[in-house]
């Protein structure tokens, strides 16, 4: 059987009203699935300029092309729509149990549209789709709501629920949406639209089989790659963390990742395992950016120390079609809560100077529940702290809450009051640029954002690909579409073809270079991002290397294709296109999503391991833009880019008659 | 493609409580149907027709079998790598995550309420590394309800 569909489902909530569409299989072959299915759609059903909380804008969940073929590390699930927050194209990624359950529901992907009058759920089984009433879940938490809606939806087995909070409800621009109990797919906002629609939740409990087409080459695919990944490779305890980001930070030369070291750290302890070790070496931002490892010094950081939290740590968490277990279910209160993620830790530590690992769990679990962002809620109370500092913000603003740094406490009353948006938490619920230009007094020069979305805690001054992927990518601000320690995990040169080796020894100085080898594996970086978020792959299985993790070969194998890894580059390339001809739709100056200077070493810091390092961050975007097809100056994807790759122009989505605007965007033709 | 039931149908109504998906429908002493849409092809109502009434997808007769001789999942912890795609692919929810492997702290998964397994395999085909075996065991050999 192919591993997908064929099918999407359309939700009017308008109307109160579900309908079916086929998915012409070229569409598979040009854009895959996942992210691709959805930008494919979505840049033909939204409007131009359409209110992202208004009723023109969808609301896509889909799932992963290789989701459920007998694949590992293939359980994510994707959101997407247009931004509130940034204005851009919007998606964000998460793992859990929603990816298959769309699929066993019947479906690659499900595409809400209008505006409900009253809070509503979503519920799918084999016997279709329901809209009912949700009125009596409004105000519940996320975990709150997925309890109550399992009991409430009654079958044989357990829903998969995906659902937003408080946040969402409050149409906080920093919310996200939660699946199995606050795994988060919590970027661009996507809550919010969730929370315009006033839909509370969408319950999966059908029970389709899955599978492939040659189900005994994904099995001999899958052990083999396994066996990279359950290894019981010994490690050393926590406290040499610390000590190994300092030997990085010390060598005079840049040695090639391999994810075979990482990926035993995060089978031990997740990712919370380098929030100590990135400290020290220069990868996690201290004090809003503005300081380094010496003042968020070892004495400070063994708060954080990764055994501290793995002690409290009940059993291991996996995500569907997982080996690795980078989560963890931790006691948390006399209850349970999913463990804190690196990011998170980092921005409730070293970001704000705090060192309480309590307020950490508290935060991390009251974010959760509510349905919002750690990144940009860290982020943004960061900035708050500096404006405190600076004076920008004072005691009559905050109804008296100091805002010292290291203050856990005062971070986590920002965060109640973020989530109920009341006081100083109304305008900070929309992240840092908002509030910076609600304050002034050139505030805006410390909100540390890339298109208005806080960016996350990797400091591209340790590698400049942060910060080109930031600027460049439809939506700005990631972390996870790229970097030059990405490049030497993936190993793509192992596979396609033309594609530089990284050097096993580098010289520090020449990640700083602006040049065409430069562009030419963050091209490669976004390509195969969104290539693997086609196929529905963690990033964290990427980083094996594709010469370990056959993402190539399982998709052949799934689909009954025969493309190269070449052709599947090329449809990453062509996903990350149309994300970008969204943005070029919605009229989006390109070039003003660039992150915050200071993130980029402008100026540079003076001390830490940091110092004296700057992005030349124009020449790297010009370069990017050239290199993957697009304007060198202003990021436009260049019409013979745009015919190379088969995109068809925009079909008219302002025909009155629905029945015509679908037959017209199936007739494009998406060949390769 | 879906289950069928034929004539030979007594309308016992067996089928009706074994489906895992509601797809069967039909008033008891009378001819009962499949909703070739929501039918998921797990083969429990051939598996449970005392007068071998019901094809499979593919046209050949089901044959009756006793609950007892029903296959059953076995896991090889050796193999499994706690990805949990057997629990999700379970359309009766019977299996469950069961204690932590001290090896390597990771929980695998076991049969939780083995009476209410429906021997489909759904479990055994959703496996990537091939873990799981179908195997016929009787009832006494079962371990306690959890």
Same mark, same amino acid.
Request: charged share 20%.
């Given at each position: 059987?192919?591993?997908?569909?064929?099918?999407?489902?359309?939700?009017?909530?308008?109307?109160?009203?579900?309908?079916?569409?086929?998915?012409?299989?070229?569409?598979?072959?040009?854009?895959?699935?996942?992210?691709?299915?959805?930008?494919?759609?979505?840049?033909?059903?939204?409007?131009?300029?359409?209110?992202?909380?208004?009723?023109?804008?969808?609301?896509?969940?889909?799932?992963?092309?290789?989701?459920?073929?007998?694949?590992?590390?293939?359980?994510?699930?994707?959101?997407?729509?247009?931004?509130?927050?940034?204005?851009?194209?919007?998606?964000?990624?998460?793992?859990?149990?929603?990816?298959?359950?769309?699929?066993?529901?019947?479906?690659?992907?499900?595409?809400?549209?209008?505006?409900?009058?009253?809070?509503?759920?979503?519920?799918?089984?084999?016997?279709?789709?329901?809209?009912?009433?949700?009125?009596?879940?409004?105000?519940?938490?996320?975990?709150?709501?997925?309890?109550?809606?399992?009991?409430?939806?009654?079958?044989?087995?357990?829903?998969?629920?995906?659902?937003?909070?408080?946040?969402?409800?409050?149409?906080?621009?920093?919310?996200?949406?939660?699946?199995?109990?606050?795994?988060?797919?919590?970027?661009?906002?996507?809550?919010?639209?969730?929370?315009?629609?006033?839909?509370?939740?969408?319950?999966?409990?059908?029970?389709?089989?899955?599978?492939?087409?040659?189900?005994?080459?994904?099995?001999?695919?899958?052990?083999?790659?396994?066996?990279?990944?359950?290894?019981?490779?010994?490690?050393?305890?926590?406290?040499?963390?610390?000590?190994?980001?300092?030997?990085?930070?010390?060598?005079?030369?840049?040695?090639?990742?391999?994810?075979?070291?990482?990926?035993?750290?995060?089978?031990?302890?997740?990712?919370?395992?380098?929030?100590?070790?990135?400290?020290?070496?220069?990868?996690?931002?201290?004090?809003?950016?503005?300081?380094?490892?010496?003042?968020?010094?070892?004495?400070?950081?063994?708060?954080?120390?990764?055994?501290?939290?793995?002690?409290?740590?009940?059993?291991?968490?996996?995500?569907?079609?997982?080996?690795?277990?980078?989560?963890?279910?931790?006691?948390?209160?006399?209850?349970?809560?999913?463990?804190?993620?690196?990011?998170?830790?980092?921005?409730?530590?070293?970001?704000?100077?705090?060192?309480?690992?309590?307020?950490?769990?508290?935060?991390?679990?009251?974010?959760?529940?509510?349905?919002?962002?750690?990144?940009?809620?860290?982020?943004? =109370?960061?900035?708050?702290?500096?404006?405190?500092?600076?004076?920008?913000?004072?005691?009559?603003? /905050?109804?008296?809450?100091?805002? *010292?740094?290291?203050?856990?406490?005062?971070?986590?009353?920002?965060?109640?009051?973020?989530?109920?948006?009341?006081?100083?938490?109304?305008?900070?619920?929309?992240?840092?640029?908002?509030?910076?230009?609600?304050?002034?007094?050139?505030?805006?020069?410390?909100?540390?954002?890339?298109?208005?979305?806080?960016?996350?805690?990797?400091?591209?001054?340790?590698?400049?690909?942060?910060?080109?992927?930031?600027?460049?990518?439809?939506?700005?601000?990631?972390?996870?579409?790229?970097?030059?320690?990405?490049?030497?995990?993936?190993?793509?040169?192992?596979?396609?073809?033309?594609?530089?080796?990284?050097?096993?020894?580098?010289?520090?100085?020449?990640?700083?270079?602006?040049?065409?080898?430069?562009?030419?594996?963050?091209?490669?970086?976004?390509?195969?991002?969104?290539?693997?978020?086609?196929?529905?792959?963690?990033?964290?299985?990427?980083?094996?290397?594709?010469?370990?993790?056959?993402?190539?070969?399982?998709?052949?194998?799934?689909?009954?294709?025969?493309?190269?890894?070449?052709?599947?580059?090329?449809?990453?390339?062509?996903?990350?296109?149309?994300?970008?001809?969204?943005?070029?739709?919605?009229?989006?100056?390109?070039?003003?999503?660039?992150?915050?200077?200071?993130?980029?070493?402008?100026?540079?810091?003076?001390?830490?391991?940091?110092?004296?390092?700057?992005?030349?961050?124009?020449?790297?975007?010009?370069?990017?833009?050239?290199? =993957?097809?697009?304007?060198?100056?202003?990021?436009?994807?260049?019409?013979?880019?745009?015919?190379?790759?088969?995109?068809?122009?925009? /079909?008219?989505?302002?025909?009155?008659?629905?029945?015509?605007?679908?037959?017209? /965007?199936?007739?494009?033709?998406?060949?390769? | 493609?879906?289950?069928?039931?034929?004539?030979?149908? =007594?309308?016992?109504?067996? +089928?009706?409580?074994?489906?895992?998906?509601?797809?069967?429908?039909?008033?008891?002493?009378?001819?009962?149907?499949?909703?070739?849409?929501?039918?998921?092809?797990?083969?429990?109502?051939?598996?449970?027709?005392?007068?071998?009434?019901?094809?499979?997808?593919?046209?050949?007769?089901?044959?009756?079998?006793?609950?007892?001789?029903?296959?059953?999942?076995?896991?090889?912890?050796?193999?499994?790598?706690?990805?949990?795609?057997?629990?999700?692919?379970?359309?009766?929810? +019977?299996?469950?995550?069961?204690?932590?492997?001290?090896?390597?702290?990771?929980?695998?998964?076991?049969?939780?309420?083995?009476?209410?397994?429906?021997?489909?395999?759904?479990? *055994?085909?959703?496996?990537?590394?091939?873990?799981?075996?179908?195997?016929?065991?009787?009832?006494?050999?079962?371990?306690?309800? *959890?």
């Amino acid at each position: 059987m192919k591993p997908y569909r064929g099918r999407i489902l359309w939700v009017d909530l308008t109307t109160g009203t579900c309908t079916d569409e086929e998915i012409a299989e070229s569409v598979y072959h040009a854009y895959l699935g996942g992210l691709g299915l959805a930008a494919s759609i979505l840049y033909n059903r939204i409007p131009a300029g359409a209110d992202p909380l208004g009723p023109d804008n969808v609301l896509a969940f889909v799932s992963g092309l290789l989701t459920g073929s007998g694949s590992l590390f293939t359980g994510r699930w994707m959101a997407a729509a247009k931004s509130p927050l940034t204005g851009t194209w919007g998606d964000a990624n998460c793992g859990g149990t929603l990816s298959p359950a769309i699929k066993q529901c019947g479906y690659d992907g499900i595409f809400v549209t209008g505006v409900s009058d009253h809070p509503v759920y979503l519920t799918i089984d084999n016997h279709g789709p329901e809209l009912r009433d949700a009125t009596g879940l409004w105000g519940m938490d996320t975990i709150e709501t997925e309890e109550t809606l399992k009991k409430l939806v009654s079958g044989n087995r357990e829903p998969s629920v995906a659902c937003i909070g408080p946040a969402g409800e409050r149409l906080s621009l920093i919310a996200g949406i939660s699946n199995d109990g606050g795994r988060m797919a919590a970027r661009s906002g996507l809550g919010a639209v969730m929370g315009s629609k006033m839909l509370k939740a969408v319950v999966l409990s059908g029970s389709y089989p899955m599978g492939s087409e040659n189900p005994e080459e994904m099995r001999h695919l899958s052990r083999a790659c396994a066996r990279h990944v359950t290894q019981n490779i010994p490690l050393p305890s926590g406290r040499a963390m610390p000590l190994l980001g300092a030997v990085l930070r010390h060598l005079p030369v840049t040695a090639r990742m391999d994810g075979r070291m990482s990926i035993p750290m995060f089978r031990k302890w997740g990712t919370c395992g380098m929030d100590q070790a990135s400290v020290e070496w220069g990868d996690t931002p201290v004090r809003n950016w503005s300081g380094s490892e010496g003042d968020y010094h070892r004495r400070l950081s063994d708060a954080i120390d990764p055994d501290r939290i793995l002690a409290r740590e009940q059993r291991k968490y996996h995500c569907y079609s997982c080996p690795l277990g980078c989560g963890g279910i931790c006691t948390w209160q006399g209850g349970e809560t999913h463990k804190p993620e690196y990011e998170t830790i980092a921005a409730f530590s070293a970001l704000l100077m705090c060192t309480d690992l309590d307020a950490v769990f508290a935060i991390n679990d009251r974010l959760n529940r509510a349905g919002m962002d750690t990144i940009s809620a860290g982020g943004t =109370i960061a900035w708050a702290m500096e404006a405190w500092e600076k004076g920008v913000i004072t005691s009559s603003d /905050t109804n008296g809450l100091k805002l *010292h740094w290291g203050d856990s406490a005062a971070a986590l009353r920002l965060v109640e009051l973020m989530i109920a948006r009341e006081g100083i938490g109304d305008l900070l619920a929309d992240g840092s640029l908002r509030a910076a230009r609600h304050f002034g007094h050139g505030s805006e020069s410390f909100a540390i954002q890339a298109g208005g979305q806080e960016i996350a805690m990797h400091d591209p001054r340790l590698d400049p690909g942060y910060a080109l992927h930031a600027s460049v990518e439809p939506t700005p601000g990631r972390h996870t579409t790229g970097c030059q320690v990405y490049y030497d995990m993936y190993r793509l040169w192992t596979r396609v073809p033309d594609l530089p080796r990284a050097r096993l020894l580098s010289g520090k100085r020449s990640k700083y270079r602006a040049d065409a080898a430069q562009a030419a594996i963050a091209v490669a970086n976004s390509c195969f991002t969104q290539l693997y978020n086609g196929a529905g792959l963690c990033m964290f299985g990427a980083m094996l290397g594709v010469d370990r993790i056959p993402v190539f070969e399982w998709l052949n194998a799934a689909t009954g294709w025969h493309m190269t890894p070449a052709e599947y580059m090329k449809a990453g390339r062509r996903i990350q296109t149309i994300r970008q001809l969204f943005n070029v739709r919605e009229g989006i100056d390109l070039s003003s999503l660039a992150i915050n200077p200071r993130a980029a070493g402008h100026p540079p810091l003076e001390r830490g391991a940091n110092r004296r390092r700057s992005v030349q961050l124009t020449a790297l975007m010009r370069g990017y833009w050239e290199r =993957i097809g697009w304007d060198a100056d202003t990021g436009v994807p260049s019409p013979s880019t745009i015919a190379e790759l088969g995109i068809a122009p925009l /079909t008219d989505t302002t025909c009155a008659d629905d029945t015509v605007c679908v037959e017209a /965007t199936l007739e494009i033709d998406h060949g390769l | 493609m879906a289950y069928n039931i034929d004539e030979k149908c =007594i309308g016992c109504g067996l +089928c009706v409580r074994v489906c895992p998906v509601t797809a069967i429908r039909g008033q008891l002493h009378a001819g009962h149907t499949i909703d070739a849409a929501t039918c998921i092809e797990c083969g429990a109502c051939g598996r449970v027709c005392p007068v071998s009434a019901i094809q499979n997808s593919t046209g050949s007769m089901c044959v009756h079998l006793n609950r007892k001789d029903w296959p059953q999942p076995d896991v090889d912890d050796t193999l499994c790598v706690s990805c949990i795609a057997c629990i999700q692919a379970c359309p009766v929810g +019977c299996l469950g995550l069961g204690r932590t492997d001290l090896r390597d702290h990771h929980a695998r998964p076991i049969l939780k309420i083995p009476d209410r397994c429906i021997g489909c395999g759904f479990c *055994h085909g959703a496996c990537p590394v091939g873990a799981i075996t179908m195997k016929q065991q009787s009832w006494a050999a079962l371990p306690a309800r *959890h």
